[in-house]
C-alpha cells in the first residue's frame, strides 16, 4: 500500500529499541510517506538527528523553541499536518506523561495539540511494562482512542527475558498502512 501524500509525525523517544526507529522511517519513505521526526532529548542519546535527517530527507524537530524557517508554531504546525503520530519506542515515562496530559516538550505538545491517529510502541523492562502504573496509563490512553501496537515477549537489552521487547518493525508499519488506509 502506498502512502503517499500521508504524513507521519514519528516521535523517537529514549530506549535502546530508538535504533529501531530508522527502519521504521526508511519503509515510510519508501511507501512514499512524508515523514517527519520529533526526537526527544532522552532519544538523542541513542539515535543522531543526521541519522533521522538523511532518511526522512526533512528536519528533524528536537526543540520546542527552535526558530523555525518559515513562521510556525512547531508543535503546532506538527500536529495539524499529521496523519498520524507514532510513537517509536515509548518508553514508560513519555506514556505517563501523555496519560497525564503533560505538555513538557516538543513531542508531548505536539501530541496533546492534535486531532491525528496516535499509535503508540512501547519498549522497556519487562517489570516496567507489567507495572500497575504503566498498565494503567495505557488504559487511559487507549480510552482517548490511542492505538497501540503492544511490545513482544523475547529477550531484553537488560539480559532479561519477558514481555517489553519492541514490536517487529513489519507488524508496525502494518498498522500504519492499517489506520491510514481508513483515512
Not at 23 to 32: G, T
Not at 123 to 141: P, V
Amino acid at each position: 500500500m502506498s502512502l503517499e501524500n500521508k504524513n507521519v509525525v514519528l516521535g523517537v523517544c529514549g530506549g535502546i529499541a530508538a535504533y529501531k526507529s530508522c527502519d521504521i522511517v526508511r519503509q515510510l519513505v519508501k511507501s512514499k510517506a512524508n515523514v517527519e521526526c520529533v526526537l526527544t532529548e532522552s532519544g538523542s542519546e541513542f539515535i543522531t538527528p543526521l541519522t533521522l535527517q538523511t532518511l526522512s530527507k526533512n528536519k528533524v524537530h528536537r526543540n520546542m523553541f527552535d526558530v523555525p524557517d518559515e513562521w510556525s508554531i512547531n508543535h503546532i504546525s506538527l500536529s495539524q499536518k499529521a496523519d498520524i503520530i507514532v510513537i517509536v519506542p515509548a518508553t514508560a515515562d513519555i506514556i505517563a506523561r501523555f496519560a497525564c496530559g503533560r505538555a513538557n516538550d516538543l513531542l508531548t505538545c505536539t501530541v496533546l495539540a492534535s486531532k491525528a491517529h496516535v499509535l503508540i510502541c512501547p519498549a522497556m523492562n519487562s517489570g516496567m511494562f507489567s507495572h500497575k502504573a504503566t498498565q494503567k496509563n495505557i488504559g487511559i490512553l487507549q480510552s482517548y482512542g490511542y492505538k497501540f501496537v503492544m511490545p513482544e515477549k523475547g529477550e531484553l537489552a537488560c539480559g532479561e527475558y519477558g514481555n517489553g521487547r519492541f514490536a517487529n518493525v513489519d507488524v508496525i508499519i502494518s498498522v500504519i498502512k492499517g489506520i491510514l488506509g481508513q483515512c
